[in-house]
């Protein structure tokens, strides 16, 4: 990718433009894609967390995984130009907007799904990315536990083995564990509506009617066809929308944090942001949470998957995978964030079981649920200005007055 890159970071009046229509072609494609995926799941009457949370989460996370592969591969072709431990920021980053975006959705929706249960395996799942999330710390430290890369006689840490850090197989496994959940919960507790303290028996009010979709009318095949068609398109979008991303990036200098781990993260988290709109305009309450903790689930893998491939290609010089704090101090104060976002979205979600609104009244579970989200998105905004802090120390500056004539 680093060719196709450099168009970008050498024009960065192409990048800008390319960014916003590709932007929008990412979006397009996202809503379709995600609406052809609930069209199957209607159609083969699969449960909401298979659907939401493994499907249309590794369909919307395909923008991190393509990144990040693209950037690791780079990082050990090109070790003086690339450093592949930015997928790290990638895939925090990336993960930090999708909690953002269900939080203020979840916020949005508040009134239209008081009476709604929230799919308690997603508190599993939930549980599994800060799981993941620990994982992600001891991989960092032990990874710069006197191990140093390129010379004869350097020392090495035990737990990484020519390039692959071992905490990157229980990174791993938080996915593995939540795919076990999504599918397991799916079978144990019936699809449709659950009401406050009560079974699949409560009538929504017009408002909250699941949306069927126009395209149940086609044949299975067919959206099959079409859906793996709109996988590949969105796929190579998403492709030239992270480049353009990364070529400003980098005109720019706008840093690893405010850079890579905020304004990428974004960038390739647009389908994830597409996909909670169009299934919660839809009413499909519990695909919406499944979807996005389905999503960052997945991103946990994309961590284990660039390590694997940069172990099979590593060779003594290059940098290690994980970032090094002494590089970067915000490394484990970023996942400290997510972490924190984790957390509030998991209260959220015990809050909103059936045993506890049982007890609580409406007024009660509107407050505690737009305080634990509003927390969700302080946090976040505090991570903004740690980054927009760290980016204001970086020498040298980037030319701001030529970003404003751009």
Not at 268 to 295: D, H, K, Q
Not at 317 to 337: A, H, L, R, T, W
Request: net charge positive.
């Amino acid at each position: 990718m680093k060719d196709f890159e450099m168009i970008f970071i050498n024009n960065p009046a192409a990048a800008m433009s390319c960014f916003f229509i590709f932007a929008v072609i990412v979006g397009v494609l996202a809503t379709l894609v995600t609406k052809l995926a609930v069209a199957v799941k209607d159609k083969a009457k699969l449960p909401d967390g298979v659907v939401g949370g493994i499907l249309i989460g590794a369909i919307t996370s395909i923008p991190e995984f393509i990144t990040a592969i693209g950037v690791t591969i780079d990082g050990v072709l090109y070790p003086t130009e690339y450093d592949p431990s930015s997928v790290f920021g990638d895939v925090i980053g990336s993960n930090m907007f999708c909690l953002l975006i269900l939080a203020v959705t979840l916020i949005v929706t508040v009134k239209l799904f008081r009476h709604r249960e929230a799919d308690q395996i997603n508190t599993i799942t939930i549980i599994c990315l800060i799981f993941g999330a620990v994982m992600c710390i001891l991989a960092v430290l032990f990874e710069n536990n006197g191990i140093v890369y390129g010379g004869e006689g350097q020392k090495a840490s035990p737990l990484v083995w020519h390039g692959f850090n071992f905490f990157s197989i229980f990174i791993f496994l938080s996915y593995a564990i939540a795919v076990f959940f999504m599918i397991a919960g799916s079978k144990l507790k019936p699809m449709g509506s659950v009401g406050k303290g009560v079974a699949t028996k409560v009538t929504l009010p017009p408002t909250q009617k699941v949306k069927r979709s126009k395209f149940l009318k086609l044949d299975m095949w067919l959206l099959i066809v079409l859906l793996v068609v709109g996988i590949i398109v969105l796929s190579g979008s998403s492709i030239v929308l992270a480049s353009a991303c990364s070529g400003c990036i980098e005109h720019w200098q706008l840093g690893e944090v405010f850079g890579r781990t905020l304004l990428l993260g974004i960038a390739t988290s647009l389908p994830e942001l597409i996909a909670v709109a169009t299934l919660a305009f839809g009413g499909r309450y519990n695909m919406m949470i499944n979807s996005m903790a389905g999503s960052c689930a997945f991103n946990m893998i994309i961590l284990s998957v660039c390590n694997a491939v940069y172990a099979g290609m590593w060779h003594n010089g290059i940098d290690p995978m994980f970032p090094q704090p002494k590089e970067s101090n915000s490394v484990v104060v970023q996942v400290v964030i997510f972490i924190l976002m984790c957390l509030f979205i998991t209260l959220y979600l015990i809050m909103n079981s059936k045993h506890i609104k049982s007890r609580l009244n409406n007024k009660q579970i509107m407050g505690i649920n737009i305080t634990l989200l509003s927390l969700v998105i302080i946090v976040y905004f505090i991570f903004i200005a740690l980054g927009i802090i760290q980016w204001s120390t970086i020498q040298p500056k980037p030319d701001l007055l030529q970003f404003a004539m751009i």
